[in-house]
């Protein structure tokens, strides 16, 4: 559906080239509570419901989807193993809720033109 888009491509070498705010050692002051890797499941899930929400989509294409949400967050936890158990900075959370909000963006798109 979307993972093999030339957007959602461009999402991931976006995300890549923002590793070195990811791979900073010291906790800052600000961090959060919980992990990257909490960050990542809730904004993804967050996201994929309110695209449930939003659309009238039959039960194929929800799977479909939901197949789709679990390799973007194996990309993800691929990307980001090193740091998936560190507690973010804002602007580490701040990243994840863009790149999310992005790929949210590209279902959308996807199920607008398939519609």
């Given at each position: 559906?979307?993972?093999?888009?030339?957007?959602?491509?461009?999402?991931?070498?976006?995300?890549?080239?923002?590793?070195?705010?990811?791979?900073?050692?010291?906790?800052?002051?600000?961090?959060?509570?919980?992990?990257?890797?909490?960050?990542?499941?809730?904004?993804?899930?967050?996201?994929?419901?309110?695209?449930?929400?939003?659309?009238?989509?039959?039960?194929d294409?929800?799977?479909?989807?939901?197949?789709?949400?679990?390799?973007?967050?194996?990309?993800?936890?691929?990307?980001?193993?090193?740091?998936?158990?560190?507690?973010?900075?804002?602007q580490?959370?701040?990243?994840?809720?863009e790149?999310?909000?992005?790929?949210?963006?590209?279902?959308?798109?996807?199920?607008?033109?398939?519609?």
């Amino acid at each position: 559906m979307i993972t093999e888009t030339d957007g959602y491509v461009e999402l991931i070498h976006y995300l890549t080239g923002q590793l070195p705010l990811f791979e900073q050692r010291k906790l800052p002051a600000g961090s959060a509570n919980y992990t990257l890797r909490d960050v990542l499941e809730e904004q993804l899930s967050q996201h994929m419901m309110a695209l449930f929400e939003q659309n009238d989509i039959d039960q194929d294409t929800r799977l479909d989807m939901v197949r789709e949400a679990d390799a973007i967050m194996y990309d993800l936890e691929e990307i980001l193993s090193s740091v998936l158990n560190n507690h973010p900075s804002e602007q580490q959370e701040a990243c994840i809720i863009e790149f999310v909000g992005l790929v949210k963006n590209l279902f959308d798109q996807r199920l607008n033109t398939k519609g």
